[in-house]
């Protein structure tokens, strides 16, 4: 029998009782109480190893010997969550307003918004240069996704917006958005014939191009879906679906004029039945509820103490003046029937989530929309949601969640777990428990960007990143 050395024996010894070399993380969260959004739980004694941009470790504390890194935060048991998506915003204004679009990205990273969805605007070729920049980390915001710009008839309401008015002006539209490498298509429709609509809607789905926005008010929301439509943007058009002439007003091609006798006929009974007939398709909607009651208390609010205004740039509050204006010479009738519209639209939104249609949390902030301002007024929308219904989790998964699933992005973002992108923001108080809870944000971290408080509130008193 070969016997070893006695100096092979002390080496084997010795390392043997050599301490095992810890894993080394670019960033180590300590001490945090994981949000489970999609579960809705809460796991205390949490720590995170980060690695660039991507979640690489969630372990007990009882393990934290075994880990290190040059950089710690201590959550203190703070609560911990992926950041907030807001799934419906705006970039827009002309030329002359570039630089107050790009200085409204602050205010989401102050508002724990880590990813919007741009919806189409007159400034494409600047907010698809920010979406790269900030892809690069080279420009403190959001990331972005982005239609470029809509789609709309001969006659877009919207500058910027690409005019269809023919069959084969479809191809080169969808030729430059493209070219463009957007993400998506968005749809206005506020001048394209139901024939024209579903045409496109097709073009898109032939390319595997995502295709959200509005239906034209004539046209037919079961045949758009058959046809490969996505979503739908805000509430207004299913309202036909509910009432008994909603086929015979959207052939005589009313448009908003339909609307009183719709809601004079409206019926539940109906609209469940549509519901339930959407739900069966792999279908999202954004019902936008906070631009619409911000609209409709326009003439009666006054907006000029809001804390967050000094933030927005002079050029962009001049275009919240058409919106007031509006709502300034709306006669008593007009006012009622935005009331009527929008308690029927906000009845939608509970048996929409519970029927399986993928509700989309969006705020419609941007120019033009007066006083919804970036970030704030996604909390709003969330608020909402819950007023509507939806319990806490189910409002935040209609962000954070729902967000990610629209563009198949599922495996990446939505969660606190190995191989999810680090967009992480650490809350004082608990969200599930009461929904204005999200406002309670201490740190915001996204790729290797960390806004702590003292961050965060500068953010909210300056229009440039600091």
């Not at 739908?232 to 058009?237: D, I, K, N, R």
């Not at 509006?326 to 906000?346: C, F, S, T, V, Y």
């Amino acid at each position: 029998m070969n016997k070893l050395p006695v100096c092979c024996f002390t080496l084997i010894l010795m390392v043997a009782c050599q301490p095992k070399a810890k894993e080394k993380f670019d960033l180590l969260i300590i001490n945090a109480s994981v949000i489970d959004i999609a579960g809705g739980k809460v796991s205390s004694g949490k720590l995170i190893g980060i690695n660039k941009d991507t979640i690489r470790l969630v372990a007990n504390m009882a393990s934290a010997d075994r880990y290190e890194s040059d950089q710690i935060i201590d959550a203190k048991e703070k609560f911990v969550m992926p950041g907030l998506w807001d799934n419906h915003v705006h970039f827009r204004g002309g030329d002359s307003l570039i630089n107050e679009n790009k200085n409204l990205l602050p205010l989401f990273i102050a508002h724990g918004v880590t990813t919007v969805r741009d919806m189409g605007g007159d400034i494409s070729p600047n907010v698809l240069q920010w979406r790269n920049e900030i892809k690069e980390e080279q420009l403190a915001g959001p990331n972005i996704f982005t239609s470029g710009p809509k789609l709309d008839g001969a006659d877009p309401f919207w500058a910027g917006s690409i005019p269809i008015g023919k069959l084969e002006e479809i191809k080169p539209a969808l030729d430059s958005l493209e070219e463009l490498n957007v993400d998506f298509a968005k749809i206005y429709a506020s001048s394209l014939s139901p024939e024209l609509y579903y045409q496109i809607v097709k073009a898109c789905e032939k390319r595997g191009l995502k295709v959200t926005g509005h239906i034209p008010l004539s046209a037919d929301h079961f045949e758009a879906v058959e046809f490969g439509l996505d979503g739908v943007e805000h509430l207004f058009s299913f309202l036909s679906l509910a009432s008994p002439i909603g086929d015979s007003l959207r052939q005589q091609n009313l448009g908003f004029g339909m609307f009183p006798q719709i809601i004079e006929s409206y019926d539940e009974d109906l609209a469940r039945d549509a519901i339930a007939k959407l739900a069966s398709e792999d279908f999202y909607v954004t019902p936008t509820l906070y631009v619409s009651q911000v609209i409709m208390q326009l003439a009666d609010m006054d907006h000029s103490t809001d804390s967050l205004l000094p933030l927005i740039g002079p050029g962009i509050q001049k275009t919240y003046k058409r919106r007031l204006k509006q709502a300034q010479n709306r006669d008593l009738e007009g006012k009622q029937l935005m009331l009527d519209m929008d308690i029927r639209e906000r009845s939608l939104v509970l048996p929409m989530f519970q029927a399986g249609i993928t509700i989309l949390a969006g705020s419609d902030c941007g120019p033009s929309n007066s006083y919804v301002y970036p970030g704030a007024s996604l909390h709003s929308e969330l608020e909402l949601l819950v007023e509507m219904g939806l319990t806490p989790r189910e409002a935040l998964s209609t962000s954070l969640i729902s967000g990610p699933k629209f563009f198949e992005l599922d495996e990446y973002y939505g969660g606190i777990e190995v191989g999810k992108v680090a967009h992480i923001i650490l809350l004082t108080e608990n969200p599930l428990e009461d929904i204005e809870n999200i406002g309670s944000i201490d740190l915001v971290l996204k790729g290797d960007k960390i806004y702590d408080r003292s961050k965060l509130k500068a953010l909210k008193t300056s229009t440039k990143m600091q």
